[in-house]
């Protein structure tokens, strides 16, 4: 069996260190992403849902599309978004905008993420 010298103990340990590093910072920056992920999917699917129930009971009026938003907002308690909303009624349709920032702090850099979405209800 062969020993295994200093140098090469040395080595092993700041590969270590590095691999260590490396994980360390994949979790710091996974922990920020996720929830803006999760932020992001969920109002994919409020959109969704929102569509769907216009194909049931279609919008009659910019009041009901509201009420349809505030709903979903408020079942997935994101009612403090409702200022990153938008909607417009044209030619006969009417268009649910959505649009936010964050920012994701990636130790050396703040990265701005854009969510911009929008769908429309006829």
Known sequence: ???IGRHEQ???AILNVIILLLVA???FV???Y???MIESRTIDAMLNSIAQSNQTVPAENMES???ML???LYINEMTDMRDSFDIDY???AYTIRVNYERSLNLGFDQKTLKYQKSMTLR
């Open 30 to 32: 996974g922990v920020q």
């Open 1 to 3: 069996m062969k020993a």
């Open 25 to 27: 910072y994949g979790i």
């Open 10 to 12: 040395k080595g092993s």
């Open 34 to 36: 996720a929830p803006i």
């Open 65 to 67: 599309v509201e009420s």
């Open 70 to 72: 505030n709903n979903q």
């Open 90 to 92: 044209r030619d006969r």
